[in-house]
T-cell receptor, first 114, second 111 residues
Framework: NAGVMQNPRHLVRRRGQEARLRCSPM?????VYWYRQLPEEGLKFMVY????????ESGMPKERFSAEFPKEGPSILRIQQVVRGDSAAYFC????????????FGPGTRLTVL | GQQLNQSPQSMFIQEGEDVSMNCTSS?????WLWYKQEPGEGPVLLIA?????ELTSNGRLTAQFGITRKDSFLNISASIPSDVGIYFC???????????FGKGTKLSVIP
C-alpha cells in the first residue's frame, strides 16, 4: 500500500529556470494538497486540488506558481522563473474523498535555487 | 488568518520520561491533527481528533481535543530515543480544507 509519492526528492535550479514538482496521491485518495516549508517553520498551505479542478489556491502566489491535477497522471506544482526565495521544501498531501480529515504527506521535494 | 501557538519550542528529556506539548489557537478548530517530522522527511500523521473533548491514544501517544475547541495537547509516555523529531500540531477551521500548522516542538531524548 504505497504512500504519497513525490519526485524528484531534490531539485536544483538556477534563477529564471522552471521547476516542476510531481505528486502521486495514495491509492484511493482523490484530494491533493500542496504545502511549502521554510527552515525551522511549520508547513504553509498553498493549494487544494481534486481531479481536474482547483478547489482552493488562496495560499499560492499569484504569479509564477501554478498547479494541476489532471484526470490521468500525477499532480504537478510548477514554478516559473524561479528566484532564490523559492528555495524551500515542498510537500504534497492527499486525503480520501471524505473531508476534512487526516492528510497524509509525501517525503517532499527540496528545491534549491542558485 | 488563523494561527497556532505551539509550546514548548524545544525539549531535552531523559529516556523514559514522559513528555507533554500543547497547541492553542486564537479561533475555533473543528479538527486537530498531530504529526511527527524527521529530518529530510515529510510529516507523519500520529493522531487525528474530530470532536471537542475527544481523547485518543496511539501506543504511547495520547492526544486530546480541548473542550473550548481552541487547544489540544499531545503526551508521550516513557520516551525512547526513536521519539526524537519535530512534532507539529495542525488543524482545520470551520469549513476550511487548509491545514494550519504550528511551528513545531523539537524533541531530543538523551539516552
Amino acid at each position: 500500500n504505497a504512500g504519497v509519492m513525490q519526485n524528484p526528492r531534490h531539485l536544483v535550479r538556477r534563477r529564471g529556470q522552471e521547476a516542476r514538482l510531481r505528486c502521486s496521491p495514495m491509492k484511493g485518495h482523490s484530494h491533493v494538497y500542496w504545502y511549502r516549508q521554510l527552515p525551522e517553520e511549520g508547513l504553509k498551505f498553498m493549494v487544494y486540488l481534486q481531479k481536474e479542478n482547483i478547489i482552493d489556491e488562496s495560499g499560492m502566489p499569484k504569479e509564477r506558481f501554478s498547479a494541476e491535477f489532471p484526470k490521468e497522471g500525477p499532480s504537478i506544482l510548477r514554478i516559473q522563473q524561479v528566484v532564490r526565495g523559492d528555495s524551500a521544501a515542498y510537500f504534497c498531501a492527499s486525503s480520501p474523498p471524505v473531508t476534512p480529515g487526516g492528510q497524509y504527506f509525501g517525503p517532499g521535494t527540496r528545491l534549491t535555487v542558485l | 488568518g488563523q494561527q497556532l501557538n505551539q509550546s514548548p519550542q524545544s525539549m531535552f528529556i531523559q529516556e523514559g520520561e514522559d513528555v507533554s506539548m500543547n497547541c492553542t489557537s486564537s479561533s475555533i478548530f473543528n479538527t486537530w491533527l498531530w504529526y511527527k517530522q524527521e529530518p529530510g522527511e515529510g510529516p507523519v500523521l500520529l493522531i487525528a481528533l474530530y470532536k471537542a473533548g475527544e481523547l485518543t491514544s496511539n501506543g504511547r501517544l495520547t492526544a486530546q481535543f480541548g473542550i473550548t475547541r481552541k487547544d489540544s495537547f499531545l503526551n508521550i509516555s516513557a520516551s525512547i530515543p526513536s521519539d526524537v523529531g519535530i512534532y507539529f500540531c495542525a488543524g482545520f477551521g470551520a469549513g476550511s480544507y487548509q491545514l494550519t500548522f504550528g511551528k513545531g516542538t523539537k524533541l531530543s531524548v538523551i539516552p
